[in-house]
């Protein structure tokens, strides 16, 4: 081979997607919690100190799922996790049931001129485990770049929500993942990745449907009514466990 | 006793200033036009009119005053401005004692020659005092208990002028006083009130003229003591008041400043200035405060509060910094000043070699000043959970104040409130801020909830709750009673009814489902009880 050739590929960042040698995991990412995922990611997990973006088209389609086994990790490592503005309000008994610590949890929410502002400078700070941003409106390339130099500061994982149509824009992101629903799985596709392949799709089942239990809808119309007259004898007026064994009676 | 020994000290000379009127004066009654009494357990215990007096019971006083005013005491607030008022005092000696019952006691011996004597200084008090509206009793003596007893009694200063044209405490005179004071004045504990009541005693003159010997084998030793520290034959100690510590410094531009940029400079300079005011005293700063002038006035301040204490003026100045790009520059700024107090003793760290827990708290303290300081207080936010049913109430977002990295901070802010009443005196009640001690207390309630809730997660069962809530239930269509969003639901799971406030009349019940639409999304949905409607409250993000 031409030996200037062979000099310019030994670059680190100059990378081939055949070359099967660089798929190999150096474990650098924090792991996601999902084998299914890991497997496919270099470094077998969430990149760390670099961008992630998620695109999706819609929220609850399982998009904060897929982030709760690091979430958990992060509280338990006495990590700060700061969202900056979630389009929603985050539910604390959902997170708590997910095993997130509220503790380590900050909210910011401002106007969106600071918005970049301020996850700059939570990317830059050493006590973030993870950064959650949702951009008030469609972030500019120069505005990517400076947050994906931000990221590469510290080792956090940093997650950018984006909408739809985002997706055809280049990114400077060292990790980009398309999320849609199935179902009840989650559809991941991978846009873009450092280092390694991309285009695989990967689904994953939705881990809150497993955990539930609460009885299954059959005919609701004729089981609510049964179950109103139910309650009405017991005038019950918050009793979920006993209201589910009431349920199971019935059915 | 004979007399030559009474006044063994001879230069200390103490008055007392008793406050008469400190519980009225806590309220800004305006003009005396209203007759008001403040009351104690429906009692007066202080009242503009003469006849109002101590004591007398609320509904007497309204039978003499029909259109009486009644305040509660507030003594939280009389021992604040009782301590105002040893500020004040402050300015005429440096010796400062707040005594018991509203009463401050000033060592002025040492004070003679400033004031060209005790009659000028007594004079310039007054004026200060009328100036102030504070109606006040001297006693002047030479030992800080007898001070106290004739300020409470309310007794005309015994002076005299002598042959050197120098005024000096009238000594006969100053006896002959103490003689009248009556007996119940004395600081004594209530049996031993009775018993000098049943022998007959009802003054002072009474009680000096019984030997010593005989009163110490009835009342023992330490009420012998208390009579001779008012005789001055016994020494007294006094714990002085001590003022704040405080920094204060500005800074005059001679052309003045139009431009933010330029401000830097000076105020990098009072910055160094104060964190060398800070380090010679081993000490930090909390909260910080600038004050920008125009011409005529103050045209601008901002304060900047710390999440932790510091002494490190690189970061105070870059959070000044992102705090002075937010005020509006009017006009030129031709001062600068920098105010600082509520200062926390440092606490001693020691330098680890490889980054640890310490340096992360550290970082986070650092992170949530920048933000606050650009994007203000109500920006950052942290949530905690509530014991609660209703879906509303079983979260709540604190504002975040001081806390965030579990139990770091916190510890240190109490051991540094603790440490701050040693830097102040003894005499400081009100060490915690009030935000402080209500975040702990929410705090504690906050842990609690959440423990409860854990056990009950570790139980065999329970119902999931979406991540992302809605912050107002949405109003679903619906077609033939089946919820759509925006095209008919597919319910997946349910019902779980919730109610609340079941023993109230407008107490709602919700029937909860969770459902999928045609997109996948899976949300958290119900249907009112009282009004048949669907509502879309959340959704499993």
């Known amino acids: 081979m031409n030996p200037s050739l062979q000099q310019l590929l030994q670059r680190p960042d100059v990378w081939r997607s055949r070359d099967r040698r660089l798929l190999a995991s150096d474990g650098s990412g924090h792991a996601t919690g999902f084998s299914a995922l890991d497997r496919h990611l270099y470094g077998s997990g969430w990149p760390r100190g670099a961008l992630t973006e998620l695109v999706l088209a819609q929220s609850g389609i399982g998009e904060l799922e897929l982030l709760t086994p690091l979430l958990a990790d992060i509280g338990r490592q006495q990590l700060l996790q700061v969202w900056i503005n979630p389009p929603f309000i985050p539910y604390a008994p959902a997170l708590l049931q997910n095993g997130i610590a509220l503790d380590s949890l900050l909210i910011v929410r401002s106007e969106p001129r600071h918005l970049l502002w301020a996850c700059e400078q939570a990317l830059r700070s050493a006590a973030c485990g993870a950064v959650l941003y949702w951009p008030a409106a469609q972030p500019s390339y120069a505005e990517l770049r400076k947050l994906q130099v931000a990221a590469g500061t510290q080792r956090a994982v940093v997650f950018l929500f984006r909408d739809g149509n985002a997706a055809a824009h280049t990114s400077p992101a060292a990790l980009r993942l398309q999320l849609s629903a199935q179902d009840t799985q989650l559809s991941i596709r991978i846009l873009k990745q450092r280092n390694s392949n991309s285009g695989q799709h990967i689904l994953l089942p939705r881990h809150q449907m497993l955990q539930m239990q609460l009885p299954r809808v059959e005919q609701t119309p004729a089981i609510t009514r049964s179950i109103k007259a139910n309650i009405r004898k017991f005038n019950l007026h918050t009793a979920p466990v006993l209201f589910e064994q009431s349920t199971a009676l019935l059915q | ?541």
């Open chain 2, 1 to 541: 006793m004979s007399s030559d020994k009474i006044f063994s000290q001879r230069d200390s000379l103490w008055l007392g200033l008793h406050f008469t009127q400190l519980a009225l004066d806590v309220f800004d009654t305006g003009d005396n036009a209203q007759p008001i009494a403040v009351i104690e357990q429906r009692y007066v215990h202080c009242a503009n009119r003469d006849n109002l007096e101590p004591g007398l019971a609320l509904a007497t006083a309204h039978a003499l005053y029909p259109d009486l005013r009644a305040l509660e005491r507030q003594p939280e607030r009389e021992r604040e401005l009782l301590h105002n008022l040893a500020y004040w005092a402050y300015q005429f000696t440096p010796g400062v004692v707040i005594g018991n019952n509203n009463t401050l006691l000033l060592e002025i011996g040492s004070c003679r020659r400033l004031y060209r004597g005790i009659k000028n200084l007594l004079k310039k008090l007054r004026a200060a005092l009328a100036q102030r509206k504070q109606q006040c009793a001297f006693g002047l003596a030479h030992t800080p208990k007898a001070a106290w007893l004739l300020a409470q009694y309310g007794c005309e200063p015994a002076l005299s002028i002598d042959k050197l044209h120098a005024d000096k405490l009238d000594r006969h005179l100053l006896q002959r006083q103490l003689a009248e004071l009556p007996i119940d004045l004395l600081e004594a504990d209530a049996d031993t009130h009775l018993a000098l009541k049943q022998m007959g005693l009802s003054t002072l003159g009474a009680l000096h003229d019984i030997p010593l010997a005989a009163l110490g084998k009835r009342f023992g030793d330490f009420f012998i003591q208390y009579l001779q520290q008012v005789h001055g034959e016994w020494p007294d100690p006094q714990l002085f008041f001590t003022p704040t510590p405080r920094f204060q410094q500005g800074l005059v531009f001679i052309d003045g400043i139009a431009q933010r940029q330029m401000l830097l400079f000076p105020m990098k300079r009072l910055l160094h200035s104060l964190c060398d005011y800070l380090r010679a005293r081993q000490l930090h700063c909390h909260t910080l405060l600038w004050q920008l002038f125009d011409a005529h006035r103050v045209q601008a301040e901002f304060s900047i509060e710390l999440s932790r204490t510091q002494n490190d003026w690189h970061t105070l100045l870059e959070l000044s910094r992102l705090k002075l790009e937010q005020v509006p520059l009017t006009a030129l700024v031709l001062s600068l000043a920098l105010q600082s107090e509520d200062f926390f003793e440092t606490l001693p760290t020691s330098q680890q070699l490889f980054p640890d827990e310490n340096d992360q708290r550290e970082a986070a303290c650092a992170l949530i000043d920048k933000l606050q300081a650009r994007l203000g207080n109500n920006a950052l936010q942290r949530i905690a959970i509530q014991e609660s049913y209703w879906p509303e109430e079983s979260w709540r977002c604190c504002a975040l104040d001081i806390d965030i990295v579990p139990a770091n901070r916190r510890s240190a802010l109490v051991f540094a409130t603790t440490r701050r009443e040693s830097i102040h005196g003894g005499s400081e009640t009100a060490s915690m801020p009030p935000t402080v001690a209500a975040n702990t207390k929410a705090d504690r309630l906050a842990t609690a909830a959440q423990r409860n809730f854990k056990k009950e997660m570790q139980g065999k069962s329970f119902s999931p709750r979406p991540l992302w809530l809605l912050p107002q239930p949405q109003l679903l269509q619906q077609r033939d009673n089946h919820p759509c969003w925006p095209t008919p639901l597919t319910l997946l799971r349910g019902p779980e009814r919730i109610g609340n406030h079941w023993w109230q009349k407008n107490a709602e019940e919700r029937d909860y489902y969770i459902a999928r639409n045609q997109r996948s999304v899976v949300c958290w949905i119900f249907r009112d009880r009282n009004t048949q409607q669907w509502f879309l409250h959340g959704l499993f993000g």
